[in-house]
C-alpha cells in the first residue's frame, strides 16, 4: 500500500521559512517523478515545484521561484521543500504527490493527505 505523509506545515511570520516532508513508503520512489502541490483557500490546487526522477531537472511556478527549494533523497524515500521568505499569499495546504507514467500501465498518482502552512503575522 502506497504511503505518502507531508510534515512540517504550521505557523510561521511573513519573511520567516518552514521545511516540509514528504514521507513514501510502498513504492519505487526513485521511480517517480515528484510535486508539491497547495491549495489556498477558496483557490484550486495548483503545481507549486516538481523535481524529475533523478533529480537531475528541478521546476517552478514563477510565484515561488528563488524562495523554494524542492529535494529528494532516494536513499531515504524523501521528499522536500525548503520555503524560505514566505509570504501571506503562500498560506495553504501543501500536497506531495508521486506521478510516473509506464507506456503499458499508463499513469499512475498517488497523494498525501496535506500539511497546513499558514503564513501570518
Known amino acids: 500500500q502506497v504511503q505518502l505523509v507531508e510534515s512540517g506545515g504550521g505557523l510561521v511570520q511573513p519573511g520567516g521559512s518552514l521545511r516540509l516532508s514528504c514521507a513514501a513508503t510502498?513504492?519505487?520512489?526513485?521511480?517517480?517523478?515528484m510535486k508539491w502541490y497547495r491549495q489556498r483557500p477558496g483557490m484550486e490546487r495548483e503545481l507549486v515545484a516538481r523535481?524529475?526522477?533523478?533529480?537531475?531537472?528541478?521546476a517552478y511556478v514563477p510565484a515561488v521561484k528563488g524562495r523554494f527549494a524542492i529535494d529528494r533523497d532516494d536513499a531515504k524515500n524523501i521528499l522536500t521543500l525548503q520555503m524560505n521568505s514566505l509570504k501571506t499569499d503562500d498560506t495553504a495546504v501543501y500536497y506531495c504527490?508521486?506521478?510516473?507514467?509506464?507506456?503499458?500501465?499508463?499513469?499512475?498518482?498517488?497523494w498525501g493527505q496535506g500539511t497546513q502552512v499558514t503564513v501570518s503575522s
Open positions: 504527490n508521486a506521478n510516473r507514467y509506464e507506456e503499458l500501465t499508463g499513469e499512475t498518482d498517488y
Open positions: 510502498g513504492l519505487t520512489f526513485s521511480l517517480y517523478e
Open positions: 523535481i524529475k526522477s533523478g533529480g537531475g531537472i528541478r
